[in-house]
C-alpha cells in the first residue's frame, strides 16, 4: 500500500477530487498555506494499492496544470505617504508537488 500526498492549488482541487472519485479513489483533503503568494493550497491524500500509483498520479497531472497569472508585487515596508504604487508581475501558479510514501499498516474503521 503507499501513501499519496499532492499540495495543489486551490482552484484545483473540486476538480482534482472529482476526477479521482470517479476512479473509486477516496481523497481526505486539508486546506494549507504556503509558496511565494502565501495563497491557498489544498493537500490532499489518496491512499492506494501499489500497482494504481500510477492511476492516481496521471489524474493529478491532467487536473493540476500549472498556468500563468498576474498578480500584484508584495508590497515593501513602506510609508504609503512615499508613492510606493504596487505592480503587477507574471507567476505560476498551479501544477502539483507529490510525494508517495511506503504504509506499513492501514485500517479503515
Known sequence: M???MAIIH???AHRL????NEKGFSVTK???TGGFLRAGNTTVFVGVEKDRVQLVMD???KECK?????TAANTPHMNAAEGY????IEVTV????IFVVDVEQFKKL
Do not use: C, F, H, N
Open 2 to 4: 503507499k501513501l499519496v
Open 10 to 12: 486551490d482552484e484545483d
Open 17 to 20: 477530487i472529482e476526477a479521482l
Open 30 to 32: 486539508l486546506a494549507s
Open 59 to 61: 489524474v493529478i497531472e
Open 66 to 70: 500549472s498556468r500563468k497569472q498576474m
Open 85 to 88: 504604487i504596487p505592480y503587477p
Open 94 to 97: 498551479g501544477g502539483a508537488t
